[in-house]
């Protein structure tokens, strides 16, 4: 059974920062994406950052770019999320998603297959 | 990286269908057949219903059924549940590991 687990939320002052992690099982880590996906209270979903398998592509929002580094640990089958110089627009669940599967013809899907439970991030003075 | 298009809100009477609309660009919906749509209910993680534009995940009812044309995608909702009510997001592949979505569509059982 494929599993997401993010850790790592919390309060944390403006200016300062957060790591997040996200803990995946179930699959074959290295082969898939991971995304992080952040829904701030009663809004809706944005699509933060990714990191390929290999962890050679990574790509982020205009939103968080400069702010946030998406990387990865296939050893510990971890993905981080640290986050610098934040602010209260940052106060948001924080959801690490895998980014899609193969068939059994081998084709690629994009999507976000499975979502961890998320982990709240609050920043606050 | 622009946001896609939805309706705030949508409703419908149980047993009615209702159809939500996305709207995207040449960049990302109009240039990708991977449209996924996710139902979310308060509290809970988002859930994939639709992916590629029409294919359902295993477990996923077959009252719900995507489609598109252009740079506008759509979920139809036949048969309306009251277990249906929830938000409801599209999103789209961008390329290079990018993905965008929707502002969401509350569904209303009427």
């Known amino acids: 059974e494929v599993q997401l687990v993010e850790s790592g939320g919390g309060l944390e002052q403006p200016g300062g920062s957060l790591r997040l992690s996200c803990a995946g099982s179930g699959f074959t880590f290295n082969n898939f994406g991971i995304n992080w996906v952040r829904q701030a209270p009663g809004k809706g979903l944005e699509w933060v950052s990714a990191i390929s398998g290999d962890g050679r592509t990574t790509d982020h929002a205009d939103s968080v770019k400069g702010r946030f580094t998406i990387s990865r640990d296939n050893s510990k089958n971890t993905v981080y999320l640290q986050m610098n110089s934040l602010s209260a627009e940052d106060t948001a669940v924080y959801y690490c998603a895998k980014g899609g599967f193969y068939d059994v013809r081998g084709y690629f899907s994009w999507l976000f297959d499975h979502w961890g439970q998320g982990a709240l991030v609050t920043v606050s003075s | 990286q622009s946001a896609l298009t939805q309706p705030r809100s949508v409703s419908g009477s149980p047993g009615q269908s209702v159809t939500i609309s996305c709207t995207g660009s040449?960049?990302?919906?109009?240039?990708?057949?991977?449209v996924s749509w996710y139902q979310q209910h308060p509290g809970k993680a988002p859930k994939v219903l639709i992916y590629d534009v029409t294919k359902r995940p295993s477990g996923v009812p077959d009252r719900f059924s995507g489609s598109k044309s252009g740079t506008t995608a759509s979920l139809t909702i036949s048969g309306l549940l009251p277990e249906d009510e929830a938000d409801y997001y599209c999103?789209?592949?961008?390329?290079?590991?990018?993905?965008?979505f929707g502002p969401g569509t509350q569904v209303t059982v009427l």
């Open positions: 040449s960049s990302d919906v109009g240039d990708y057949d991977y």
């Open positions: 999103s789209s592949y961008a390329g290079s590991y990018t993905f965008v």
